[in-house]
């Protein structure tokens, strides 16, 4: 068969080892050719398209980003944009196409099985928020570079007494800030899912500081935010009014606010530092190649099962196929039994026994 690739939406270490594996077992059993289309969609509207052999392949699977390079480009958005793409994958002979992407990504994906063209699907997002997967590939590599962040921020926090307040991804739901914020030891963490009061979290620092201790780390997603009590409106905090393809304002800048309002309540000197796109970068995590390459394997044998308008899942320990629409219906956000694991390590708020202790 003649297999189409692409990478779409934010990158996310793990990307080359998901087209590393789908290529290598599609060479080697099924005898497949395979195309790669650059810059996710836009590459499929535009016809930019690449050989991928087994040579092209070669010595990808450490590598961070993706070779096939990515781009938010919606064709769902453009004037015959789905028809534009079925056009390019008819013109190269393609007869399947693995889309690799999170949400917005695989909603294309599913816009154009809709019409009738074979496609797979494998779920990709740092954020780890695509329904109907236990993981997504890239996630642990962000929550282990945002915990080292949070063990050297440690270090800097206790000698300055400082409070600290790191900004992780996350901009629906707060699997990375929650991830990280327990396995980094952090002493408030924040996410989407929870709406927070300002006046409880310096609370909460305060009566940490009154017990002895004089430093403090708060992790919080890009995307939390402030609870009505907080004069909180609702949204996460905005670089700027820009919206992407898909519609998503770009996050950014809950950290410095919350800085700001901390030291302000407790007299605390305050830092902020904001992680970004360095949590996206680099080589990938041994899980996040194991389950990359898993993922990869699980789309061709999907194709060569034709089980189309499906996406490769892990359940469990196992990887098994759901339909796309299942996928992209909703977002996985932090289940209730995570949120327990938080709270059961960290203060709780206004606890008048802990004082003093
Ligand atoms: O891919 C998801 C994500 O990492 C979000 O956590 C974040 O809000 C967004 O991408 C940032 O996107 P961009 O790379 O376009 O700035």
Same mark, same amino acid.
């Given at each position: 068969?003649?297999?189409?690739?692409?990478?779409?939406?934010?990158?996310?270490?793990?990307?080359?080892?998901? =087209? !590393?594996?789908?290529?290598?077992?599609?060479?080697?059993?099924?005898?497949?050719?395979?195309?790669?289309?650059?810059?996710? %969609?836009?590459?499929?509207?535009?016809?930019?398209?690449?050989?991928?052999?087994?040579?092209?392949?070669?010595?990808?699977?450490?590598?961070?980003?993706?070779?096939?390079?990515?781009? !938010?480009?919606?064709?769902?958005?453009?004037?015959?944009?789905? #028809?534009?793409?079925?056009?390019?994958?008819?013109?190269?002979?393609?007869?399947?196409?693995?889309? =690799?992407?999170?949400?917005?990504?695989?909603?294309?994906?599913?816009?154009?099985?809709?019409?009738? &063209?074979?496609?797979?699907?494998?779920?990709?997002?740092?954020?780890?928020?695509?329904?109907?997967?236990? $993981?997504? &590939?890239? &996630?642990?590599?962000?929550?282990?570079?945002?915990?080292?962040?949070?063990?050297?921020?440690?270090?800097?926090? #206790?000698?300055?007494? !400082?409070?600290?307040?790191?900004?992780?991804?996350?901009?629906?739901?707060? %699997?990375?800030?929650?991830?990280?914020?327990?396995?980094?030891?952090?002493?408030?963490?924040?996410?989407? +899912?929870?709406?927070?009061?300002?006046?409880?979290?310096?609370?909460?620092? !305060?009566?940490?500081?009154?017990?002895?201790? $004089?430093?403090?780390?708060?992790?919080?997603?890009?995307?939390?935010?402030?609870?009505?009590?907080?004069?909180?409106?609702?949204?996460?905090?905005?670089?700027?009014?820009?919206?992407?393809?898909?519609?998503?304002?770009?996050?950014?800048?809950?950290?410095?606010?919350?800085?700001?309002?901390?030291?302000?309540?407790?007299?605390?000197?305050?830092?902020?530092?904001?992680?970004?796109?360095?949590?996206?970068?680099?080589?990938?995590?041994? &899980?996040?190649?194991?389950?990359?390459?898993?993922?990869?394997?699980?789309?061709?044998?999907?194709?060569?099962?034709?089980?189309?308008?499906?996406?490769?899942?892990?359940?469990?320990?196992? =990887?098994?196929? =759901?339909?796309?629409?299942?996928?992209?219906?909703?977002?996985?956000?932090?289940?209730?039994?995570?949120?327990?694991?938080?709270?059961?390590?960290?203060?709780?708020?206004?606890? +008048?026994?802990?004082?003093?202790?």
């Amino acid at each position: 068969m003649k297999v189409g690739i692409l990478t779409g939406g934010g990158d996310c270490p793990g990307l080359n080892a998901v =087209i !590393r594996a789908a290529v290598r077992k599609g060479c080697f059993h099924y005898e497949d050719e395979f195309v790669g289309f650059l810059e996710g %969609w836009r590459g499929v509207m535009e016809d930019k398209a690449v050989p991928l052999d087994l040579s092209v392949v070669a010595g990808i699977l450490p590598r961070g980003g993706t070779i096939l390079r990515t781009s !938010r480009t919606n064709p769902a958005k453009k004037p015959n944009g789905l #028809e534009q793409c079925i056009a390019t994958l008819k013109k190269n002979g393609i007869d399947a196409l693995i889309a =690799i992407g999170g949400d917005d990504t695989l909603t294309v994906a599913s816009k154009l099985y809709g019409k009738g &063209f074979n496609v797979v699907g494998v779920p990709k997002t740092i954020d780890n928020d695509l329904a109907g997967t236990d $993981y997504t &590939f890239g &996630f642990d590599t962000a929550v282990n570079v945002v915990m080292e962040a949070i063990d050297r921020v440690h270090t800097t926090a #206790e000698a300055h007494n !400082r409070v600290m307040v790191v900004e992780v991804m996350g901009r629906d739901a707060g %699997w990375i800030a929650i991830h990280s914020g327990i396995a980094g030891g952090a002493d408030v963490i924040l996410i989407p +899912e929870k709406p927070f009061d300002i006046d409880e979290v310096a609370d909460t620092i !305060r009566q940490r500081h009154s017990r002895g201790r $004089y430093f403090s780390i708060v992790v919080v997603a890009e995307g939390a935010k402030f609870s009505p009590s907080s004069s909180g409106d609702g949204s996460a905090v905005s670089m700027d009014g820009d919206k992407d393809e898909f519609g998503h304002a770009r996050l950014g800048g809950i950290g410095n606010i919350l800085a700001k309002e901390l030291e302000k309540r407790t007299g605390f000197e305050t830092r902020t530092v904001v992680l970004g796109h360095i949590q996206r970068g680099g080589t990938p995590t041994a &899980f996040d190649r194991v389950l990359a390459t898993r993922y990869g394997l699980g789309a061709i044998d999907m194709v060569h099962r034709g089980e189309f308008g499906r996406m490769a899942a892990l359940r469990g320990n196992k =990887i098994i196929s =759901i339909p796309l629409q299942e996928a992209i219906s909703k977002n996985r956000t932090v289940d209730q039994e995570m949120m327990d694991v938080a709270s059961g390590i960290l203060e709780k708020l206004n606890d +008048e026994k802990l004082v003093n202790k």
